[in-house]
């Protein structure tokens, strides 16, 4: 009961810690800084949501660069071409993204281990190609550019310092909505078809549309978050939402730890960081990302946040016992 | 005798060339502990599959309460009050006991993505009630000492018993158990059986399939005897004990002129 105290106490402050860090660090980084922090935000949404489908339902996803791509050509189309107010078309296309993930999740989810894998990878490829080719709508490889900004009452969110504010609220609150959806019954449901879905459906869980639920969550987490990026460049094109995004997706949701809600900031943070040192190697890059996937789910199955954090607490609890005798 | 909760008629299915059932007629009657023994392969657990809906049968029907239910799936056999438990337990090993059993009130409650998500009060309202349902049933089955261990931390014989306490979270009128006894120790046997009792009492019917013979003989108040798909004989289990076909079935005809000449 003690030992439960003290992990709880100590869960409290690292939240509190991070979002104090979080809070600060507009004050002190520059604008290269700024922009990672940024981009780690918005990413750490789209991550978030596949933790849920396949970390908490245990469901592949390999497209989820398609939902963040639909997010991010709505809101520009919407907004810029037919001059639909930028908040509403956030969530107009979060709602789209989120309905048309229900209507392929009940197609593909009945696919299991590599055949969803696939399907769902087609899913990507044939999204970007979407991007790339229907110019009328997406402007094609040139893409859209002068996407109005976001704005609350008079206050306009033109500058990195207020748009890093307005990513990480969103983030957080994804990240708060999707630790609370775990602990409830329908997490127990998703954590249920995880561990067996004969069980699960013998407790009267209906497996496929849950599943289709959750892949229509990530997917309006994904899309809010291309959202977001679409009102930060003020502009979109093809590029952010091909394959290798949604690979990298898969990446930052494993090393942060595929069940841990909080888990995914820091898969993100350290996905996003090497992966701007590799920029330069191009195409290779994935190379490089899958040999970390299996460095990782061979010596660190459960990611290497919550491998670190049980490090951290074996020290903790290991030195308190000291301290005791 | 009371109207059957479940009638199996003419209930025929095959796997390719292989019939794993072959016209069976059964009914499950309320208020009762039904075994449904028979020898490996005579179609257990094929009936319980047809039943619960994971398959479907080549032809025949299953009616709960009267009702038909062909066509119907699992999930929504599960709201009309069926419950089951595995041979291979399959609990969910990566929750606690505790939260096995809350996963079983799933039918029972109903919060969704977006309430669970704001935490609004009725989710926390409702959350609250299925935990303490949750300990009620613990106890039931005795396992509240193991409340916050992990599933796959506890024994087999335990583990079965939660299993238990699952399936009766769904509140269910027909209780299906896969071979509840399997692993178990004499003891825990001894228990096995008075819980199964216990939820008899409650108003459930209680059916397992088992094939030990002295947990059958202890429990159960029907006996219905399964051989290569077919029903051939039920009744108490003193009377199908006695049967000359079920002797036959279990050990061979040889046996069965053996004991009857001896």
Not at chain 1, 246 to 252: E, H, P
């Amino acid at each position: 009961m003690k030992l439960k105290g003290i992990r709880l106490k100590w869960s409290y402050l690292v939240i509190v810690a991070a979002v104090a860090a979080l809070a600060v660090v507009p004050l002190f980084a520059n604008r290269y800084y700024l922009d990672i922090a940024i981009i780690i935000g918005i990413h750490t949404m789209v991550t978030v949501g596949l933790c849920l489908l396949m970390g908490y339902t245990g469901q592949i996803s390999l497209g989820q660069a398609a939902f963040y791509g639909m997010g991010a050509y709505f809101s520009a189309i919407l907004s810029k071409t037919y001059g639909v107010s930028p908040w509403a078309a956030m969530f107009i296309g979060a709602a789209v993204t989120g309905g048309f993930a229900y209507s392929i999740g009940i197609a593909v989810l009945r696919l299991r281990g590599n055949y969803l894998a696939m399907a769902t990878l087609a899913l990507g490829i044939i999204m970007n190609i979407v991007f790339t080719e229907a110019a009328s709508f997406t402007g094609g490889q040139d893409g859209i550019t002068g996407v109005p900004y976001l704005s609350v009452g008079g206050l306009v969110f033109d500058t990195d310092r207020g748009y890093y504010y307005l990513v990480w609220a969103f983030c957080l609150a994804a990240l708060l909505v999707s630790r609370n959806i775990v602990s409830s019954r329908t997490g127990r449901a998703l954590r249920a078809i995880r561990d067996s879905e004969s069980a699960a459906e013998s407790i009267g869980i209906n497996v496929l549309q849950l599943k289709a639920k959750v892949f229509a969550l990530s997917a309006v987490y994904a899309s809010l978050a291309g959202s977001l990026l679409a009102h930060y460049w003020a502009a979109v094109g093809p590029k952010p939402f091909d394959f290798l995004f949604s690979i990298k997706v898969v990446v930052m949701a494993v090393v942060g730890g595929l069940a841990s809600v909080w888990g995914a900031i820091f898969g993100t943070a350290t996905v996003k960081i090497l992966g701007d040192w590799l920029h330069e190697f191009g195409e290779y890059q994935v190379i490089a990302f899958g040999l970390m996937l299996m460095i990782v789910i061979v010596f660190m199955p459960r990611g290497l946040w919550v491998h670190l954090r049980s490090r951290v607490l074996q020290w903790q609890r290991r030195s308190t016992r000291r301290a005791e005798s | 005798m009371s109207e059957p909760i479940l009638e199996v008629r003419g209930l025929t299915k095959a796997f390719g060339g292989l019939v794993a059932l072959d016209k069976v007629d059964l009914a499950i009657r309320p208020g009762l502990i039904t075994a449904v023994i028979g020898p490996n392969g005579a179609g257990k657990t094929t009936l319980f599959n047809i039943i619960t809906g994971v398959y479907k049968p080549t032809e025949g029907e299953v009616t709960f309460q009267g009702r038909s239910m062909n066509g119907m799936s699992t999930p929504e056999r599960v709201r009309l009050g069926i419950g089951r438990t595995f041979q291979n337990v399959l609990l969910f090993k990566e929750m606690t006991v505790l939260e096995n059993i809350m996963a079983g009130r799933h039918g029972k409650s109903h919060v969704g993505f977006v309430d669970a998500g704001l935490r609004l009060p009725n989710a926390l309202r409702e959350e609250e009630r299925i935990s303490l349902e949750a300990i009620r049933l613990l106890n039931l089955v005795e396992q509240g000492m193991h409340a916050d261990k992990l599933a796959s931390d506890i024994p087999l014989g335990q583990q079965k018993l939660v299993a238990i306490g699952r399936a009766l979270a769904t509140e269910p009128k027909l209780l299906l158990l896969d071979e509840p006894g399997a692993g178990l120790n004499a003891i825990e046997k001894r228990g096995l059986s008075d819980l199964m009792k216990r939820i008899r009492d409650m108003g459930v019917a209680v059916v397992l399939v088992e094939h030990d013979m002295d947990l059958v003989m202890r429990t159960a108040d029907w006996v219905i005897v399964l051989d290569c798909g077919r029903k051939i004989a039920e009744g108490t289990a003193f009377e199908v004990q006695r049967d000359k076909r079920v002797i036959a079935a279990y050990l061979g005809e040889d046996a069965e002129q053996r004991y009857a000449a001896g």
